[in-house]
Each structure stands twice: as C-alpha cells, then as structure tokens.
C-alpha cells in the first residue's frame, strides 16, 4: 500500500513523453514509443488512455509496442571504428556480427570511423544509426541467427530504429504498369530489409500497408493497397521460389507522377510471421550424399549434390519429410539451410520447391560463394555437412515505421 501510494505521488514522465509524438520527427517520435513501452507496468494503464489522443499511426504503434517483451538497453558513445562499436553491441547486448564476407571483399570498412551518441537506448536504435552514417546492411541469417554485414553500392541507406527491429531502405526501381482498367503510370518500388532483435526468426510477412505516401509536391502516392507485396506465405499451388538465407524484408510500390523526385513523407505498417519453433536435423554427407535424422524433431531428409551445368542450376537435391505434416504444410512453414563444404567455404543457399508429396518436400537447391572466394574453386567443392531447420510453429509480430525524403528518381 505505502509503496503503491509513493509510485502514485512521483511525477509521471508519460505525459511528456506522449507530448514527443507529435509526427515533426520520426526517430523521435519512435524513441518516445521505445520509453513508454519500457516504463513499469504500473504505469500502462495512463500509457493506454494516452495513446488514444494520439494519431492513429503512432496510436497504433505504441499500442503493438506495448504487446512486446522489453529490448536490450546499451550506452555507447563517442568516435570509433565500425569494428569498436560492433565489438561494444555483441558484449553489452548479445549479439552477434559476422563481417568476414564483407571484410574480403572490400578494402578496410571496419576501420572506418563513426560517431554514436546514445545514453541507456535501445540497442536496436544504435546499431541503425551506424548503419545510417556509414551506408551499411544489416541481414539476419534465417538458419544460424548470425548478423551479416553488406554494403550498399551506389546508393544511401535511410533507417528508422524501434526498440527491437531496425527497418532499412535498400534501393528501389521504376516500373510502367499497362493495366486496360486503369490509367497507365509509373510506380516506383520501394525494398526494405528488416532486422528483429537476436532470437527472433522471421520468414514473411503480410498485410504490408502504405498508410501514408507523400510527395514534396503534395502529391498523394498511395496506389490500391490490394496491390501491394503478396504475403509471401500464401502462394498459390506449384512450383515457387523460396528465399529463407540472409535477406528478409519486404517492398511496397507507391505512385510516380510526372514531376515527383521524392517521397517527403512515408509510414507503413506490416506484420511479420515469426517463427516461434523449429524442427532441426543434421548430416554429414560422404561420397555426394548424406541422409539426417532427428527422432525427437519428427524430421528427416536426404541430400544429393549433383554436377551444376551453369551458374543457375542446382548444385543439390533435398527432400525433407515430417511424419506428422503433408507436404504442403512442409513447404508452407518454410525450410533453411546450412551447408559446410571442403575448404570451409561458406555462402548463400537458395531453395526452390519442385514438389510435395504426401509427407514431403522436394527441393532443388543451389549455394553461392561468399564475397572474396573464387567460383571455380568453389563449385569444385563438395559437401561436408548440411544442417535442415522447418519452421514448426509461427507467430505474428506489427511493425510501423516511417521515413523522411527518399529518392524515386
């Protein structure tokens, strides 16, 4: 009772904090969503009755933000090399960073310089603000959970960082539809790469919304959102390309009428499909071949390699089988892959689905090496040990986010 009387008498910061999401500036605006969702609980139900004076975008997000569990909190400040700050994130908040590929095939980039300046902050909010000053990707590897560092050629990189996810805009192209049921205009596309704290796998996405498209003209560049990005895991019956390695994001496309240069003003909303379990075997192949079994898992698969007979073609074939599961379910919950190779080699794996059976999946699958290694050292390599995760339960997560001035021409 005393304590619970004390909590009432102190000053409440969410009144000033409500006050910071007034939409002038969105890395703001989502700091101050980050804070009151890390506030006591005792304090949620004046958040909640807050939150309904605010504008339904933000209104929305801080309601989905206050769902989720807290976020590691860093203090990392000052001037220091990429590496530092990378070294300072895996200690102070878990996680973990994988530059090697980046490294090889470039000349030096962790040694460049960078200033950060956050005091108690969400680390997801720092580790985007690097990422923003020095034109950097950020991919999750959806089977070992590791950071892979890129660069951006050509381009900048605009980045909003939440407590939990950082959402990065990649790059974009301009497309003509010619639809007799609509006037004909150009669109321009718009990608994101989306990084959800370590432990969290995602492997697609629905529901991806344009809520708000404005040009520097005034123009209002919403096109039918309808027409937006397919949720990925809904696709329609044969064969179909899955990309469940290092890239995962999603795009939207928005208007482009004659004489718009830019989108002043963006927010979107999406929903990620988690994954909240996983089934797990592993192989070690000889000779070409290998067969996993994982009782417990109530999973199994066989591996082939086969002679590849152009950069495109399969280098392995997988077939996996869940007694408990059909084939559809197999290929709907989604599979990934790691391969080890003689010489250590290390690169992408993409899967493509060429069938299903009544418990199993057919797969054709390629791998690619990493940046620096030689593709004809690397297709000569065989495979050491191959390691099949399927996703065994999905879970959704809301994301919001909003970005200022991004280029379509």
Not at 98 to 108: L, P
Not at 114 to 121: I, K, T
Not at 147 to 172: D, E, F, P, S
Request: hydrophobic content about 40%; some cysteine.
């Amino acid at each position: 009772m005393i304590v619970a009387l004390l909590f009432a008498l102190q000053s409440s910061p969410v009144p000033d904090l409500l006050a910071r999401i007034d939409g002038r500036d969105p890395d703001a605006c989502f700091a101050a969503i980050a804070d009151l969702a890390d506030l006591p609980p005792e304090r949620r139900a004046e958040i909640e009755k807050g939150a309904a004076q605010l504008p339904a975008f933000y209104r929305d997000a801080l309601l989905a933000e206050l769902k989720l569990p807290g976020a590691g909190r860093v203090t990392v400040e000052g001037r220091r090399t990429i590496r530092a700050h990378l070294e300072s994130l895996e200690r102070s908040a878990g996680f973990v960073f994988d530059a090697s590929d980046w490294e090889r095939g470039t000349k030096g980039p962790l040694e460049a310089e960078a200033e950060l300046s956050f005091r108690n902050a969400p680390a997801m909010r720092a580790l985007a603000s690097l990422c923003a000053q020095k034109d950097v990707l950020i991919e999750k590897d959806g089977l070992t959970g590791r950071w892979l560092i890129r660069t951006v050629g050509g381009g900048r990189v605009w980045v909003l960082g939440q407590r939990g996810l950082a959402v990065l805009h990649k790059y974009g192209g301009n497309k003509k539809w010619i639809d007799p049921a609509r006037p004909t205009e150009w669109t321009a596309r718009l990608d994101f790469n989306v990084v959800i704290e370590p432990g969290v796998h995602h492997s697609g996405w629905k529901e991806i919304r344009v809520v708000e498209a404005i040009s520097e003209m005034g123009d209002d560049l919403r096109r039918d959102p309808a027409s937006e990005g397919p949720p990925m895991l809904d696709f329609p019956e044969g064969p179909q390309h899955h990309d469940f390695g290092y890239e995962t994001g999603f795009f939207v496309r928005v208007r482009l009428p004659e004489g718009v240069r830019k989108v002043a003003r963006l927010k979107m909303s999406a929903v990620a499909q988690v994954i909240t379990k996983f089934r797990s075997a592993e192989a070690d192949v000889k000779e070409g071949e290998g067969r996993g079994v994982s009782a417990k898992d109530r999973l199994e698969f066989d591996v082939k390699q086969i002679e590849p007979m152009s950069d495109r073609s399969a280098t392995f074939i997988l077939r996996v089988r869940a007694p408990d599961l059909t084939g559809r379910e197999l290929s709907r919950l989604g599979t990934v892959v790691e391969m080890t190779c003689s010489g250590h080699h290390r690169g992408s794996v993409k899967l493509e689905l060429k069938g299903v059976g009544e418990h199993e999946a057919v797969y054709d699958g390629r791998w690619t090496p990493g940046i620096g290694f030689p593709i004809d050292d690397f297709d000569e390599a065989t495979l050491e040990k191959v390691t099949v995760r399927v996703a065994d339960a999905l879970g959704e997560r809301p994301i919001f986010a909003e970005f200022r001035d991004i280029p379509l021409r």
